[in-house]
């Protein structure tokens, strides 16, 4: 209570505005980071996670086969592949070069372009999380998922239909994949699925987004870039 008797209004307390939009009736929401959005944005505009999101059956169909095709992966300890040992003893040897011992006193890392680096990169790094055995199934298994969507990507790029990149899952457990030759086999995906960009760019612009994956291309498999050059 005031002198004059009337009581006094209690001073409005501000606060600091919260980023949270309500709608009546639901929840509210927390807007996501801009990077996250941006992220969000360009996953559902790609061309891959489209024709999966508009052909449900497809995606039902790819899993299952997709699965099937790494069953045999699941009853031994080691895949059968002629030059698989040597590709993950050399992408362990990526490991051992920073850790002070033996292999390090007599190899290093070759820092030039040389066309494996991507697939050994991402066994030597998988090999250091899970081990060799587990870095050459999850290897492989990338392998056989690569292959056929790369060409739903260029059924698409054609105005096919992207269904018939599952007949190509009949492939891919083939000469190449028996004799080890896992960076050529992702190589050749990896260079399918440019040329389907490269089919579909209409301007320098478009042309420069395909750049990233050409270079993906080029670090992988010399086979991979020959495809491009001489189909591109």
């Known amino acids: 209570m005031s002198q004059g008797g009337a009581e006094q209004a209690p001073a409005a307390v501000e606060s600091e505005p919260v980023p949270v939009t309500t709608v009546q009736g639901e929840a509210p929401v927390v807007p996501r980071p801009r990077l996250a959005r941006r992220f969000v944005g360009w996953w559902r505009a790609a061309q891959v996670v489209r024709l999966f999101a508009e052909d449900k059956p497809l995606l039902v ?3 299952a086969l997709w699965l099937s095709a790494m069953a045999p992966m699941f009853v ?23 850790h002070p011992g ?9 820092p030039r372009i040389v066309p494996y680096w991507t697939v050994y990169s991402v066994m030597s790094l998988v090999d ?5 055995f587990v870095a050459v199934k999850v ?36 000469t190449n994949l028996y004799w080890g030759w896992i960076t050529f086999q992702v ?4 260079g399918i699925w440019v040329l389907a960009w490269v089919f579909e760019s209409r301007n320098w612009k478009d042309a420069l987004k395909v750049l990233p994956l ?18 591109g």
Do not use: E, Q
């Not at 592949?81 to 050399?90: E, F, K, S, T, Y």
């Not at 033996?102 to 290093?108: A, E």
């Not at 190589?187 to 990896?190: C, V």
């Open 76 to 98: 031994t300890p080691i895949l059968p592949l002629v030059d698989m040992g040597v590709n993950i003893g050399a992408a362990s040897l990526m490991n051992d070069v920073f």
């Open 128 to 132: 250091w999380v899970a081990g060799p």
């Open 214 to 231: 050409t270079l993906a291309v080029a670090l992988t498999h010399i086979h991979a870039v020959a495809l491009c050059l001489v189909v």
């Open 102 to 110: 033996v292999v390090r006193d007599h190899y290093f890392l070759n």
């Open 187 to 190: 190589g050749m995906a990896l």
């Open 139 to 174: 290897t492989v298994g990338l392998a056989l998922g690569l292959t056929p969507v790369s060409v739903m990507r260029l059924m698409r790029a054609f105005g096919r239909s992207p269904r018939l990149g599952l007949w190509v899952f009949l492939l891919t457990w083939d």
């Open 61 to 63: 169909a790819f899993i």
